[in-house]
């Protein structure tokens, strides 16, 4: 990726660094200007005046660095000042891209793998009736069982809506409505295996790192549904 903006100026790099605390005067001094730049990546670091929604919280390029080193990979970066800045990613060519979309249950988000899902809908309340044990609606005149993930994740569902938002997911020959409060963005993204106590749940694909630095947890629905 690249712009052909102002460029980082590495005094200034040098300055907030001073500034922040992650390098004294003398240290800052003695920085050559790649090494000054390489504290763009540092935890915490911007050169933003003031916080606002989109910067001064020090919260991007340190994520971009963890998220290529998680995977195998590096991050760096070069800048000439008044002509513009270059930031190029390396990853092993095992690492695969998986389509995402994410979507938003009760208060929580989570991303879901789109291979899975083959439509979105939007079903109006009085179109969901009741279908034996749960509740189903009709898409060209096949009836389609409707659940939702807030209840499948035990979030307990919202309710009330008069438009309900539907993933239809494929699971053999039969097709299943998955009922979910938001739909959020599609993007391409790496996928990291889930660790610790969360290592081999079912229903979880794995994680991946949104540009804002939050893990975004990715569902598998058809093994969610069961």
Do not use: W, Y
Not at 167 to 175: F, H, I, K, N, P
């Amino acid at each position: 990726m690249a712009d052909d903006g102002r460029g980082i100026d590495p005094a200034a790099i040098r300055k907030a660094a001073v500034a922040k605390g992650l390098r004294t005067a003398a240290e800052a001094e003695r920085l050559n200007e790649a090494e000054a730049l390489e504290l763009i990546f540092a935890p915490g670091f911007s050169t933003a005046g003031k916080v606002g929604q989109l910067s001064g919280r020090g919260v991007g390029m340190d994520a971009v660095r963890n998220a290529a080193a998680a995977l195998g990979g590096r991050a760096a970066v070069s800048s000439t000042p008044g002509q513009g800045t270059s930031v190029r990613l390396f990853l092993p060519a095992r690492v695969v891209l998986t389509r995402i979309m994410s979507v938003r249950a009760g208060d929580e988000s989570f991303g879901v793998a789109l291979d899975a899902v083959v439509e979105t809908a939007r079903v109006q309340a009085d179109q969901i009736q009741a279908f034996r044990a749960g509740r189903a609606f009709v898409l060209r005149d096949q009836p389609v069982p409707l659940i939702h993930l807030a209840d499948l994740l035990g979030l307990g569902g919202s309710g009330g809506a008069s438009e309900q938002k539907v993933l239809v997911v494929r699971l053999g020959d039969d097709l299943v409505g998955v009922g979910v409060d938001g739909f959020g963005e599609r993007f391409d993204a790496p996928l990291r295996p889930m660790t610790g106590l969360l290592a081999g749940m079912p229903g979880v694909l794995g994680s991946t790192l949104l540009g804002d630095g939050r893990v975004l947890v990715v569902l598998d629905l058809p093994e969610l549904i069961g």
